[in-house]
């Protein structure tokens, strides 16, 4: 019931990734809405009628308090009782990571969970993790996103030892703040393949395959690329409706060359992001999410849950007390 183009969009992605095959599907919500969407054709889902709704601007807080009877609040509760083993929202995010974190709990080892981004570059996607559930972090945290976004990148992308930096403003390993000459020294000694300092400008010449750093820094970096992608799409269409005849000739032949990139640049393509570090498969989604994008999370959704991306991360952890497990849950 979450999310700008909800519940239309989200029922109409839910339909796709049913069609597809290998996922059954609950839709949590108000029945009244969600079953006139269905049709023929989608029978076997599930409509789990929760009449409750958390507000988009509803602080995490307030929402967390009042989860009892809601549809994001019931759809954790499935993952925490078995009876899903993902749930997914494109509602308000900040509640999502509240009600996951207090309901399902973290997972040994690990401080604080983190939102993981599938991000594009010129030789093929990366990880960014934290995309944004903490804005304050302590190195040992980002040392732990770091772990995360390791396994998250082999299992969602294949990637068998993915290349692990961390964010800073150059590559030398002098420079830097505090909290990331910190980070990097405890993850010279992390079982991962840490590259060291990645600059922002080397991003997407793929430098890494997962690049780690605090939710502040990282949620810049989403939503200045995400700014930057919608900027290039307006330059180009304004270049080609101000072109001469023969320039819109040569655009048209280019279209497909257009369409390719515009693919490779679009949010939906990625689907959602996982809430990392919970124990459960917990996937947020843009608030604008449509169909595509529903349907691709719920495909990442599907991946996660089978390659049990949860005990991944537990197996990561093993003899990781020097990146702070020992004060974790405590």
Wanted: charged share 20%; proline share 5%; hydrophobic share 45%.
């Amino acid at each position: 019931m979450g999310g700008d183009n909800a519940p239309g969009e989200i029922v109409a992605g839910a339909i796709l990734a049913y069609r597809d095959g290998g996922v059954d599907l609950s839709l949590v919500g108000d029945e009244a809405r969600i079953r006139p969407l269905l049709g023929e054709g989608a029978g076997a889902i599930e409509v789990v009628h929760v009449p409750g709704e958390i507000a988009m601007d509803a602080p995490a807080t307030q929402a967390m308090r009042n989860a009892r009877g809601t549809s994001l609040g019931h759809v954790v509760e499935m993952v925490r009782s078995g009876s899903a083993d993902a749930a997914l929202s494109a509602g308000n995010s900040g509640a999502f990571l509240a009600i996951a974190l207090v309901r399902l709990r973290t997972i040994p080892g690990i401080a604080r969970p983190a939102i993981a981004a599938v991000l594009p570059t010129k030789g093929g996607p990366f990880v960014l993790c934290d995309a944004g559930a903490n804005v304050d972090c302590r190195p040992e945290w980002i040392a732990q996103f770091a772990l995360m976004g390791d396994a998250y990148a082999k299992i969602a992308l294949g990637i068998e030892r993915p290349r692990v930096g961390i964010i800073s403003i150059g590559e030398e390993r002098s420079k830097g703040n505090q909290q990331t000459l910190e980070s990097a020294a405890l993850l010279d000694d992390a079982p991962l393949h840490f590259i060291g300092h990645v600059e922002g400008k080397d991003i997407y010449e793929h430098h890494a395959d997962v690049v780690c750093c605090d939710g502040f820094v990282g949620n810049v970096i989403l939503k200045t690329s995400e700014g930057a992608g919608q900027f290039i799409n307006v330059m180009l269409h304004e270049m080609i409706d101000e072109a001469p005849p023969l320039g819109k000739l040569g655009a048209a032949l280019l279209k497909p060359s257009f369409d390719k990139l515009r693919l490779r640049l679009r949010y939906d393509t990625y689907g959602g992001a996982p809430l990392l570090g919970v124990r459960g498969a917990c996937i947020i989604t843009h608030g604008r999410s449509n169909r595509i994008a529903i349907r691709n999370a719920i495909r990442n959704a599907v991946t996660l849950a089978e390659r049990n991306l949860v005990g991944t991360i537990e197996a990561s952890l093993s003899g990781t007390l020097a990146l702070g497990a020992a004060e974790v849950n405590g």
